[in-house]
């Protein structure tokens, strides 16, 4: 295993939700020498930006994508496509270029094709076409799977590529505008009640499954990967479970004391109709297991929102 303490680590994205997890568990270990660019001085579309902030560090972990709920994967598909490849895609040249000891890729489920078989397999990525309503974002992730392959084989360059599910926890994204579904059906539920609403409204059907990891697990099998794992192989970071969007739903509501009535609007899209990975090659190669149970994790990221949107 490597130790990490003595490294020159850049993580980008690194005060984004699950940036500062990632920051935290990297502190945790000893490590000292962690930088984070901003936004504001730093734009990873453009390769100048790309070549300042890997000159120097031996390690980049890649977090930083323009992302969002189905709604902006709707509303702005050319943009998530472009400048999640432009990200990618320059970071990792001039990560090899700066002789960068190696370059943790973070992908994103979005990749998967639509009807993968459940549990998604990593050998399962390239059979088919990813859900439409994300597909720009997953296919401009899943180019750095291809282009992290091909820099190892032709540059022995040590680039490693891990495909979380979707993150919930405190500090999420509550803008309705872009946000998820668990932190979109918290904002919902909390807006609700203070209005003294008798209903909330809620995307699709209800049918779809989903799997969800607390964002503190999986800056830690982030982490656990960058000491342990240096293979082509692409890893997934899940919790392996599933439920439907109507449970989870019907959960929140419960834990939030809301008694209302669950309107869904059936002409809003459904997104993928299942998903939950098969987490066992992350366990096989670097110990990683998530730990959080979801109703503590949700308990968690409500107390959070309620505490800090009073």
Not at 72 to 94: C, I, K, S, V
Not at 106 to 133: H, M, Q
Not at 144 to 168: C, D, E, H, K, T
Not at 218 to 243: C, H, M, Q, S
Request: with cysteine; aromatic share 10%.
């Amino acid at each position: 295993m490597a130790s990490l303490q003595d490294k020159g680590i850049v993580v980008t994205g690194g005060a984004g939700f699950l940036g500062r997890f990632v920051v935290d568990a990297l502190r945790q270990r000893g490590c000292t020498d962690i930088s984070v660019p901003r936004s504001k001085e730093f734009n990873f579309v453009e390769k100048k930006d790309c070549r300042r902030a890997v000159e120097g560090r031996d390690i980049v972990i890649h977090l930083a994508a323009r992302v969002g709920g189905i709604g902006l994967n709707q509303r702005e598909p050319g943009t998530l496509f472009y400048d999640n490849l432009m990200m990618g895609a320059q970071l990792l040249e001039e990560a090899r270029k700066a002789h960068v000891k190696k370059f943790v890729a973070v992908g994103t489920i979005c990749s998967y094709p639509k009807f993968a078989p459940v549990p998604f397999r990593e050998e399962d990525l390239w059979n088919g076409y990813p859900e439409e309503t994300n597909a720009p974002y997953g296919i401009a992730k899943k180019a750095l799977l291809v282009q992290s392959q091909a820099y190892r084989a032709q540059y022995g360059f040590n680039a490693i590529y891990l495909l979380p599910v979707n993150l919930y926890g405190p500090h999420d994204n509550f803008n309705p505008a872009s946000s998820h579904v668990i932190p979109a059906i918290i904002k919902k539920v909390h807006d609700a009640k203070r209005a003294k609403a008798r209903f909330i409204e809620a995307w699709g059907t209800g049918t779809p499954t989903r799997e969800f990891i607390y964002v503190g697990d999986a800056a830690e099998g982030i982490v656990l990967a960058t000491e342990r794992y240096d293979k082509p192989e692409p890893v997934n970071i899940g919790a392996g479970f599933e439920i439907s969007v109507k449970n989870l739903v019907g959960m929140i509501a419960s834990m939030m004391g809301f008694e209302g009535e669950i309107r869904w609007d059936k002409s809003k899209p459904d997104g993928q109709p299942r998903r939950m990975l098969d987490t066992s090659r992350a366990q096989q190669e670097f110990g990683f297991k998530a730990k959080t149970d979801f109703k503590e994790g949700l308990g968690k990221t409500i107390a959070w929102y309620e505490e800090n949107h009073q």
